[in-house]
């Protein structure tokens, strides 16, 4: 079992960074392929980034790349989320999400884990 609880959404502007975190409980958590997902009013679920074990492996939206970081510290069993030049349309609640396998964790139906979201909202 994995719990996941994210922190650090908020209401920011146009060209404002935020970094979200993921605290996770569980012994297996550096065993976990780990990631972001977020679903706006109306929407699915969409992939934003993934990590692998290590961090040696990162995937992005092709909407974020360039602008978002993801990263974990598996001593801490966290993992996080640098956004920088957000923008209106990363309006979100963003849920982090924890998958065993990397191709899982590209689609909402693939993930084991899920933390119960914060909400993002970027003013233009």
């Known amino acids: 079992q994995v719990q996941l609880v994210e922190s650090g959404g908020g209401l920011v502007q146009a060209g404002d960074s935020l970094r979200l975190s993921c605290a996770a409980s569980?012994?297996?958590?550096?065993?976990?392929?780990m990631g972001w997902f977020r679903q706006a009013p109306g929407k699915e679920r969409d992939f934003v980034a993934a990590i692998g074990w290590s961090g040696g492996i990162r995937m992005y939206a092709d909407s974020v790349k360039g602008r978002f970081t993801i990263s974990r510290d598996n001593t801490k069993n966290t993992v996080y989320l640098q956004m920088n030049g957000l923008k209106p349309e990363d309006t979100a609640v963003y849920y982090c999400?924890?998958?065993?396998?990397?191709?899982?964790?590209?689609?909402?139906?693939?993930?084991?884990?899920w933390g119960k979201g914060t909400l993002v909202t970027v003013s233009s």
């Open positions: 999400a924890a998958a065993a396998t990397l191709a899982s964790m590209r689609r909402a139906g693939g993930v084991d884990y």
């Open positions: 569980g012994r297996t958590f550096s065993s976990y392929y």
